[in-house]
């Protein structure tokens, strides 16, 4: 299935280098200007790119990694070391006296004004009789560490997290690989074509028309319409038309009281849409390579199935009755 969100969205690629990533409030990734180009059954953003580039439509590039809070959602988590024991943030590096008692302390614990004396032990120091090294000093506690630990802050809900706690985005950005130009000129050239067809049978054309039902609002690839016959058509492009993306496309088409034209463009359908379409619920044509339309096409998993009308006869069904 293509739908025309997803031909609008890889055909902005033409103009448009790539798309790229960001992080919402809620700590998802988002691209804004792929949000715009689609309509909302099309599902996620991020999704459809994915879908895409797993089929070597797009290009996925990575870009970064970020690191959301996993309390509150927001992005970009600052580094902190913290007091081993109780892991407070506020343990510092500092100048630390070591007696040969055995007490040790921050420089500050010993300095008595004109002297330097231990607190413990209460002696004046004696330069020999110190140890000076710089180590963690846990304001919050007694705790002193040659190491401490680490942690992620948040600064918005300031919570403290284990580093392997933050949640971790991948960003990609997107743009169009070489394989994606011809699948994209494929899916537009079967749109092109069957407008001019539907043209050429006196019909006013709409390309990539959002049609308003009473339940939603939806894109259609192409809209037809002829006033003086009050007959209209709507074409839904497939790249393999599968049973229930036919029928959905259907009772679009059924709520405008247009007639389905569903067209494939890998040449091929999954067996029960044949059905449908020989019942004339709907007509079905095959894109193919050299750029024109047929009625014959391929059926999944079976064997080549001809059909024998011409493509006027199939394009020219009959005006629909009107209630
Ligand atoms: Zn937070
Ligand atoms: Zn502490
Ligand atoms: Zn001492």
């Not at 990694?65 to 927001?74: D, L």
């Not at 070591?98 to 004396?117: M, T, V």
């Not at 050239?189 to 009473?214: G, K, N, P, S, Y």
Request: net charge negative; with cysteine.
């Amino acid at each position: 299935m293509v739908s025309p969100g997803e031909l609008r969205l890889v055909n902005k690629l033409t103009e448009k280098e790539s798309f790229e990533p960001e992080i919402t409030d809620t700590g998802a990734v988002s691209y804004p200007d792929v949000t715009q180009l689609l309509d909302d059954a099309d599902g996620k953003p991020a999704d459809v790119l994915e879908h895409f580039a797993s089929r070597d439509v797009l290009a996925g590039e990575f870009v970064s990694k970020v690191y959301i809070c996993p309390e509150c959602t927001t992005e970009g988590l600052q580094y902190t070391t913290v007091c081993p024991a109780c892991e407070a943030p506020n343990a510092t590096e500092t100048l630390v006296l070591e007696h040969a008692c055995g007490y040790a302390g921050p420089e500050l614990e010993f300095d008595a004004g004109d002297k330097y004396h231990c607190p413990d032990c209460e002696m004046e120091l004696q330069s020999e009789d110190v140890d000076e090294t710089t180590r963690y000093v846990c304001n919050e506690c007694t705790e002193i560490a040659d190491v401490p630990d680490e942690r992620l802050w948040c600064r918005e809900c300031f919570s403290i997290i284990q580093t392997l706690a933050a949640i971790e985005r991948v960003l990609y950005r997107y743009s169009l690989s070489p394989t994606g130009k011809q699948w994209l000129s494929r899916q537009k050239d079967a749109r092109q074509t069957i407008a001019e067809a539907l043209e050429e049978r006196r019909f006013e054309i709409e390309i990539d028309m959002t049609v308003t039902t009473e339940a939603t609002s939806q894109s259609v690839h192409v809209f037809a319409e002829d006033s003086m016959m009050g007959d209209q058509r709507v074409v839904g492009i497939y790249e393999t038309p599968d049973t229930d993306r036919v029928d959905e496309f259907c009772e679009i088409a059924n709520s405008l009281e247009a007639h389905p034209i569903v067209i494939t463009t890998s040449g091929t359908v999954e067996e029960d849409v044949t059905a449908r379409a020989e019942s004339a619920e709907l007509t079905l044509l095959a894109f193919d390579g050299d750029g024109t339309l047929t009625t014959e096409y391929d059926t999944v998993g079976s064997d080549k199935q001809g059909f024998l009308q011409r493509l006027t006869a199939a394009i020219d069904v009959p005006v629909r009755e009107r209630q």
